[in-house]
């Protein structure tokens, strides 16, 4: 328990969004009793899931194997590098951005125990890879679902619409793994014992996250989550205690600031006037709200003035990349790297990336126009 407490009390961004929370409360025009209303629950449930799945398969140790596996198969870090990064963008297109990064940044982190790798600029990477990859399918984020579900698009259609974008994004992502990443060999340790696992928590383990992605298909995830709880309490108790609860606490934040945002009175006064911009103006907008509210909310935000078209859902998925909150994304892969200067190191990547995909974002448009 004092552990559990030691999360909250020392996560600074989840104090810096209540103090944001109390202050918007203070100026925004609502009723105390919308506010539960204000929290996506499905994507709490789901990354709760993910969280206790997460921590069962890396407390099995079969992370460790894995990763054993791959520092014997690499020898030199570029190639390792341009492999975790278009393994992130290819797991995300199908599985969702964030089930990528449950997989593969405790993989990584692994790597660690084997050799001397810059991790963390990995761990960015394969932030940015997801933004990348999971903007080419209905599935592969939250802003792509609501879009999907508000238009008219079959599922090919949707893709053709996003993949001059995915590709491009793709590449140019890969060109700058290629030049962030040395060509020298990996300095492995010296490891000769084979890693030990845990055979019953990795299967139980494996099985639940089965079971819990093919709840998300169904829309039975609080059934399945329930279902986890119960088997993790009876099996597992140690693996609950070491989740990190503290990110639930800032996603709900996270909600219930946006959700205030959107209710000041000067927030409202202006609203209305997104229906007649233009696209270039369309095109800023959906970019720059993704950075200040996610572009999850901002895509909610805007579909209720403007159509579902190729500039909003180009623009809220380029929105990802830039500063921190532009994709929640980002802040699960970050605050899974448990490096204080990642927070910063991250933006050195992920800023350049955003100036490059909004100007060759809109050539690409005008181009196919």
Known sequence: MPQLLRSFLHDSILHLLIVIGVVLACLADFRWADLPGAVDWHTIITLTGLLILTKGLETSGYFDVLGSRLIARFRHERALALFMVLAAALLSTFLTNDVALFILVPLTLTLRKFSHLPISRLIIFEALAVNAGSLLTPVGNP?????????????????????????????????????SFSKRSIDKHDNPEQPQWQKPLFIVSVVLYLLFI?????????????LILATFLAM????????????LAVFIAMFIDVFLLTRL??????????????????????????????????????????PPTDVLAWAVNIGGFGLLPGSLANLIALRMAKDRAVWWRFHLFSLPLLAWSMASGWLLLRLLS
């Open 143 to 179: 802003q792509n679902i609501l879009l999907w579900s508000h238009g008219k698009l079959s599922v090919i259609a949707f893709i053709v619409q996003m993949l001059p974008l995915a590709v491009w994004l793709l590449l140019s992502l890969m060109v700058l793994t290629w030049f």
């Open 214 to 226: 093919a709840g998300l298909e169904l829309e039975i995830t609080g059934w399945i989550l329930l």
């Open 236 to 247: 597992a108790r140690p693996v609950l205690m070491r989740i990190d609860w503290s990110l």
């Open 265 to 306: 009175p000067v927030m409202q006064a202006h609203f209305d006037a997104v229906s007649h911009f233009g696209q270039g103006q369309l095109y800023l907008l959906a970019i720059g709200l993704s950075q200040v509210i996610s572009n999850v909310p901002a895509t909610i935000l805007l579909l209720q003035k403007v």
